[in-house]
């Protein structure tokens, strides 16, 4: 899966697309089929090491497209100014699926910054 760089100003709302895909195994690089997903989680490292969880039955989550696993994450600015500030961070995706819990990894694909003018 190749990720582009996500660049977040604390503060300020940001809406994003994720593209899930499969990794490993035969079906690597395959779009991850995101039909009769129940619940969606984006989660996020906060400023006070704490999780900040972004959920599709929240309204933060929208399923763009299920068979080709593209969803749209969208913070708010109060949301981003909890984010701990740095680059090369993680996030993650959890997805639900009847009883199936998947995890995608977006490593060293976050980067956190303050305002220039505060």
């Known amino acids: 899966?190749?990720?582009?760089?996500?660049?977040?100003i604390r503060g300020s709302d940001k809406d994003f697309t994720v593209l899930v895909t499969i990794?490993?195994?035969?079906?690597?690089?395959?779009?991850?089929?995101?039909?009769g997903a129940s619940e969606i989680k984006a989660l996020f490292k906060k400023e006070?090491?704490?999780?900040?969880?972004?959920?599709l039955s929240g309204s933060?989550?929208?399923?763009?497209?299920a068979t080709t696993g593209k969803i749209k994450v969208l913070l708010t600015d109060a949301d981003t100014s909890?984010?701990?500030?740095?680059?090369?961070?993680?996030?993650?995706?959890?997805?639900?699926?009847g009883t199936i819990t998947s995890i995608v990894q977006f490593i060293e694909t976050l980067n956190v910054r303050d305002r220039v003018f505060a």
């Open 1 to 8: 899966m190749a990720s582009t760089v996500l660049n977040i």
């Open 23 to 35: 990794i490993g195994g035969c079906n690597s690089g395959e779009p991850f089929d995101l039909t």
């Open 48 to 55: 006070d090491d704490t999780i900040l969880t972004k959920t």
């Open 60 to 65: 933060a989550i929208t399923i763009v497209s």
């Open 82 to 97: 909890l984010l701990a500030v740095g680059d090369g961070q993680p996030f993650e995706i959890e997805i639900i699926i």
